[in-house]
């Protein structure tokens, strides 16, 4: 997917939601709904009691669908829909969701479901030997992240243990839509790179088009979360959310694809 | 190629972390462990102990108390008697002297009973750095004194609102602000969990209590205590008093749970009766957690022990066999409250209260031979109104009540 995009001469745009917010269904509804607005890649979240990641708007959808009843094998039915609908299906989940479930079984299901690789913001290559080996007999990509404090060791002995693509977090603290886009993702791109093939892309709290665009001009994908999830937490009712969704994400497609013309 | 893992005891600990943490806790590692080895650093941290904490504590023989334990002898290490009352201090000088050593000026830290947060307020005052402390809702509302304390020394309190509002919310909560301002902030973890080097520095800090403790027992029994019984939240005050003890193989090491409500409650934080092996906070160890690894909120009546998770080296410690787990309930460690309170006119920690229960029930299995040394980690002054509500003594309006019996103060029932 990544390589289609670079074909086409822009990033990609990768949009995260928690599976199970506002329900299973309504999710996977949302998670076609970018589908069809341009996202190309779907980041599904397994919610988790204690996400120290996540900001405020994050942590209020994984609550809710935790209290609604969410399960972590509607990931997995959630990598299905999405594949279905013809985006490349990752899971971006904490790490005890997946141990509790056996990283083996975790891995063989989410193949089965036609799911790409898993994201593990609270897992680092050092700790991930069995996942590692996991997902090479699977054939899942393993996205791990790089953070602008990571030195110049880190960056490389990370990116040396992904699969698919580096994920960057391009500013230092939890994730939430940020007014503006900071120097400091263009440099860690740039650091990146330089130990690196593998595409990078980058999250840091884009929540417009004009900023995707901005992103996209040095990044191979725009990682787009909480401005995507506030769309329906905050949103009236469950379908004024997808109609605000579709609009943000036409948006966001729109600046990746203007990004470089 | 990736970096071999660090920090294990056994199969546990290790660092769960988000990478943008890992040049932090390679540092803190890197200076600490230059620290241990600086006799200007180790010589600042001596004199502090001696002459701001009050080390060494000493220890007391509780001979009325002892008369409900099976007659066994019980001597209390006083980590109470310390600056803030706590064990917490020791801890939290030598961290507080790591964050100045590194460059950084402002701390955060966790706290649960408030004991954590008031000692690293203090250490924030006395060595000139901002500090912020993060309590779940719940904790500020149930500990409204050491609040009150903390803001006093300077500190601002943050109250968590979201998930259970207790002690694994506020950890949640310093890690996010960790994350955000690593550059100028050190994050003063409370106890011997998280990511390495936390057990392992926060258990070397508190090292100092079981050293103390081993000699002072030597030379008042002449010989080793048989059982040494602390109470175990997150498990620093245990792993202190432990921890000069591994090598003692005829030395039993006995940790006590919170038990709450009972184990078949489901309302407790029983890590070793109920929990699986997990990742939780940056650690991998023993969890509340569901079938899904969703951490499951834990309940006890004392806010230092309500944590779902616990220190991995415990983790392996009953994985060895080295050291054993037991729960005991909201009852029982009230029980023990009242009767140190009465037979001795020591006013335990909650949290200790659970390590006294323990002392009366393995005086009771070994009987008038035994020799119990207890870790008292903490004065009761901050469980005041806890206690003086669990036991009834306050009318409605939570005013000391005038009608309550002078021959039975505590109602309890408990005999002297």
Redesign the interface.
Known sequence: MLQRCRDEGRAALVGYLPVGFPTVDGSIEAMRALVESGVDIIEIGVPYSDPVMDGPVIQDAAVRALEAGVRVDDAFTAARAVVDSGAAALVMTYWNPVLRHGVERFAADLADAGGSGLITPDLIPDEAGEWIEAADRHGLDKVFLVAPSSTPDRLAAVTSACRGFVYATAVMGVTGARAQVGHAAQDLVARTRSVTDLPVCVGLGVSTGAQAAEVGRFADGVIVGSALVRCLTEAPSPGEGLARLRKLAAELADGVREARA | ??????GRFGGFG???????????LEQLDEERRKARVDPEFVGELERLHRTYTGRPSIITEVPRFAEHCGGARVILKREDLNHTGSHKINNVLGQALLTKRMGKTRVIAETGAGQHGVATATAAALLGLECVVYMGRKDTERQALNVARMRLLGAEVVAVE??SQTL??AV?EA??DW?????TTHYVLGTVTGPHPFPEMVRDFHRVIGVEARQQVLDLVGRLPDVVCACVGGGSNAMGIFHRFLDDAEVRLVGLEAGGSGIASGHHAARFSTG?P?????AYTF?L?D?????IESHSVSAGLDYPSVGPEHAHLRETGRAEYRPITDDEAMEAFALLSRTEGILPAIESAHALAGAMQLGRELGPDAVILVNLSGRGDKDVHTAAQWFGLLDDSGSPEPAVSPEDPTGTGVQQ
């Open positions: 190629m990736s970096h071999a893992p660090v290790g660092r769960y972390v988000p990478e943008a943490l890992i040049p932090a979201h998930g694994k919310d949640n890690f996010r994350v955000a301002n690593v550059e699986e997990g990742v939780l906070h940056g969890v957690q079938e899904d690894g969703q951490t």
